[in-house]
């Protein structure tokens, strides 16, 4: 079926000819049923101006504006036979001259002090006018007030039913019907365990009888826990689609309003539309909007938000887990979450919903790459193993702009070229090739960034190096070493950590051996490079010094960058030995690198030279340099 936006034109035709012949269609079927008549406001409004205008144009009297002057003289000349006089104007009638009929006049009334004695010599008729001003100042009231009236009733219109002063307790929820919901499990990739946590969620919306019979009793609550993009909506999608169930979706602040009680209104009303309409699913993201701990509001007082948090707890408490409705919520924030949401019988079961490995990383791109023209040189495999950390939301965007790039030239197919340049360009930004820097400036920087891949080259653990770059992209990066990791990672030994120090410190130690001076181009190597030291002394207990000791720092976010204020848990005495640890640490990584690179030096010094000339260096480049060879994917 066509969209609004898409009408055929013999639709468009229909609609115009509707127009002129009011509800009757010339092309309506003699037995279908006549369509519901409308009555609109502005069907008055046209017609009343239509007939305004036939009598104003056709039945009322011709009057001639004259000048003053001629009034006069047809005064002089006995022509004028009655006047009326008003404040304003002067109206009357000049007698026909040889057969002709009277003419009706008007004028601009002046200031003339002998007009009576002049009417009075002439014998004319003449009488005042006068005008009541409890019309004007009626309609001058009337008018406004029936202007404000129709733009109030288009407006209301224009917001549809459910945005009507009195609609505000209704829930905003978006209702998905049993076939509206197109997503499937076959479209969710990358989170198998996460699926199959949830197909017991599917199976029990599908046949409630096969576990009614046992006894048991399906969770009331399932919240999806996971990094933003991971795909947690796309997940609570999935399982409505498969169990073929109508599907309430809604955001945690549509609930909470300038109003108070707005928000406990709408939970009520959505439960109750759920009720009815079970088995369904509710879907609330973002939960973290809505069910914020309780008690930490720093101006005191039961505000909108707790009140609207209380209500959700009260209903989920009323929900008899049999009538087939599933509350289903998302959030990457769990640890702010009040706690009474969490406990068993509300959100009973918790489902997290992680990066995905390399595996999920290549399934999602060929979910996403489906419909995208690949060359058939390109290896997703290799491509996820690119891409460590990716979530799906990153991966859909790879995808898409390494298609824009390959449609902006003009290509047939998507090649490998493309996706190499659509990961620099979501990893390090947009490339800046047009930007002035001086020729000392490009050789800092190529020395630099020789320093970093030289040192990951040099070192055991250092993941190998891809790409080597000095064009300016994003924000601040003025150039870039890309590593590739050969494997997923999820714990680092000592080792590793010294080694991704070392790497770190490549670029500064360049700059010292080389120009015997020092640039701002290491700040964020710094950054880096202080917190892995720091968390190998304060975190993981690697310092000899201070022995098998966690020093706890600020519970912070689980998916979200650490904070920066830590909360102290030891004594200033060891606080002082923790900063002599750190500042050991990073010293000794700066002695290592500095041997690494003074035992190089004829590497490093070709490694720049190549950067200035072609701006751009593959790790298979470097390695030729080292005699090494290339590491396999």
């Given at each position: ?138 309609l001058s009231w009337i008018i406004p007030l029936g ?168 209903e989920m408490d009323g929900f008899e887990s049999n ?311």
């Open positions: 079926m066509p969209s609004d936006k898409e009408k055929r034109p013999e639709e468009n035709l229909r609609e115009i000819l509707s127009s002129f012949f009011g509800t009757k269609d010339p092309f309506r079927k003699k037995n279908a049923l006549p369509p519901k008549t409308h009555f609109s406001i502005w069907y008055f409004l046209i017609v009343f101006f239509l007939l305004t205008l036939v009598q104003h144009y056709l039945f009322s009297p011709k009057v001639e504006t004259i000048s003053y002057s001629k009034f006069k003289q047809s005064l002089t000349e006995g022509q004028v036979s009655s006047v009326t006089i008003g404040p304003e104007s002067i109206s009357g009638t000049i007698k026909g001259r040889e057969g002709k009929r009277d003419q009706d006049f008007v004028v601009v009334r002046v200031d003339d002090p002998g007009l009576i004695k002049d009417l009075d010599e002439h014998k004319v008729n003449y009488s005042g006018l006068y005008q009541s001003k409890f019309l004007n100042n009626l202007l404000f009236f129709l733009i109030w009733r288009y407006a209301m219109k224009r917001m549809g039913p459910g945005m009507g002063v009195m609609s505000f307790s209704k829930s905003k929820a978006k209702v998905f019907a049993e076939d509206g919901t197109k997503i499937t499990f076959a479209d969710v990739a990358g989170i198998d365990e996460a699926k199959e946590e949830l197909q017991e969620v599917v199976e029990f919306l599908k046949t409630p009888g096969k576990f009614q019979k046992l006894g048991g009793r399906i969770p009331k609550g399932v919240l999806l826990v996971g990094a933003p993009g991971t795909g947690k909506t796309l997940l609570a999608k999935a399982v409505a689609g498969e169990a073929k169930v109508p599907f309430f979706s809604i955001s945690g602040s549509e609930f909470v309003e300038m109003f108070v009680g707005v928000g406990a209104a709408r939970v009520r009303d959505l439960f109750s539309q759920a009720t009815s309409q079970a088995p369904c699913i509710i879907f609330i993201d973002e939960l973290d909007a809505l069910g914020k701990a309780r008690g930490i509001n720093v101006m005191g007082g039961h505000d909108e938000r707790e009140q609207t948090l209380n209500q959700l707890l009260v009538k087939g409705v599933i509350i289903m919520a998302a959030t990457n924030r769990p640890e702010i979450l009040d706690p009474a949401l969490l406990r068993p019988g509300r959100f009973d079961r918790q489902v997290l919903v992680d990066r995905p490995d390399i595996n999920g990383r290549e399934a999602i791109l060929k979910i996403h790459s489906k419909h995208v023209l690949l060359s058939p040189e390109v290896d997703l495999r290799k491509i996820a193993a690119r891409t460590p950390g990716f979530v799906g939301a990153d991966l859909a965007n790879l995808v898409n702009e390494a298609a824009l790039l390959a449609a902006r030239r003009n290509k047939e197919q998507v090649n490998v070229t493309d996706f190499d340049e659509a990961i620099d360009r979501v990893i390090a930004g947009l490339e800046k090739r047009k930007r002035v820097m001086s020729p000392k400036e490009k050789e800092i920087i190529a020395y630099h960034e020789s320093g970093h891949a030289l040192v990951a080259e040099s070192v055991d653990h250092a993941e190998p190096v891809h790409k080597i770059s000095i064009i300016p992209r994003g924000i601040a990066a003025l150039g870039y070493t890309q590593q590739q990791p050969t494997e997923d990672r999820y714990l680092l030994t000592r080792s590793e950590l010294l080694d991704r120090l070392a790497v770190l410190l490549g670029g500064r130690v360049a700059e010292e051996l080389v120009f015997g001076e020092i640039s701002t181009g290491a700040q964020n190597d710094l950054q880096r490079a202080t917190d892995i030291a720091r968390s190998m002394v304060v975190e993981y207990g690697m310092s000899e010094r201070l022995g098998l000791v966690s020093y706890e720092r600020e519970r912070r976010p689980m998916f979200l960058p650490e904070s920066f204020n830590a909360s102290k848990t030891y004594s200033e005495e060891k606080a002082a030995q923790i900063d002599e640890e750190i500042s050991r640490v990073i010293g000794e990584a700066h002695q290592r690198v500095q041997l690494i690179l003074s035992e190089r030096r004829n590497i490093l010094d070709n490694l720049a030279r190549l950067l200035l000339e072609k701006e751009m260096v593959q790790g298979e480049e470097l390695r030729k340099m080292l005699g090494k060879s290339d590491p396999g994917v």
